[in-house]
């Protein structure tokens, strides 16, 4: 699809985050931070300390466009405070598909120096005025966007439905299996349970111990 006539129109980018990204560092964790680079227009996200290999960054930025060019170029850096920054990826974000629906938010990819995998890139790019605008339904949407779907009311909507029974059915036997109630006796035909005798007299083979009963000790 040829787009033509966006001199000078505005895209805006919103650099969500990155994930998978290559780790520079070898003992802490990495500090990244995302460059755009659009014609001469650059801008630079804040740098998410510690982000590690999954940074956020939430950040808003606006491009004027420019006839016929149609890629921003994204590059991830890791910020170091005595040494040079360390180069993690670069990625080219192609333009086609926000410029013809007006909205975008796939991940793009990152590749190193030499060209091996360093992550992706997450941006998300709004174009009002695209040829074929559609409604974006994404984590990035407002939480309570209007659907295109319509559903009924609650009130038409079948009320004859049993309400369950929030406890389980027990299966009922018929009375005849149980014999009623006046066959037992009463409670006083039982025998009282017998009383505990009395404890029985002294033995009469250990003869109490009296004065004399034991030898004088020798000493």
């Known amino acids: 699809m040829s787009i033509s006539g ?72 890791n910020s170091n405070t005595v040494t040079y920054d360390d180069f993690i990826g670069i990625g080219k974000v192609q333009l086609q598909r926000v410029l013809s629906y007006g909205y975008d938010d796939n991940p793009w990819p990152l590749q190193t120096k030499t060209s091996r995998y360093a992550g992706e890139a997450r941006l998300i790019m709004r174009y009002e005025k695209a040829q074929n605008p559609v409604i974006p339904f994404a984590p990035s949407a407002p939480p309570y966007a209007t659907s295109p779907y319509q559903f009924p009311p609650y009130s038409t909507l079948p009320q004859s439905y049993p309400t369950p029974s929030p406890y389980p059915a027990y299966p009922s036997y018929p009375s005849s299996m149980y014999p009623p109630l006046s066959t037992y006796p009463p409670p006083s035909a039982y025998p009282p349970p017998p009383l505990p005798s009395a404890y029985p007299p002294a033995s009469p083979y250990y003869p109490p111990a009296g004065p004399g009963f034991y030898p004088p000790p020798p000493y």
């Open 6 to 77: 966006i001199q000078g129109h505005l895209l805006q980018v919103t650099v969500v985050g990155c994930t998978n990204l290559k780790n520079t560092e070898w003992i802490s964790r990495q500090d990244p931070y995302v460059c755009l680079e659009y014609g001469s227009t650059q801008h630079r996200t804040s740098t998410c300390t510690d982000g590690g290999k999954m940074p956020i960054f939430q950040e808003k930025f606006t491009f004027s466009l420019i006839e016929g060019l149609r890629e921003i170029n994204v590059v991830v850096w």
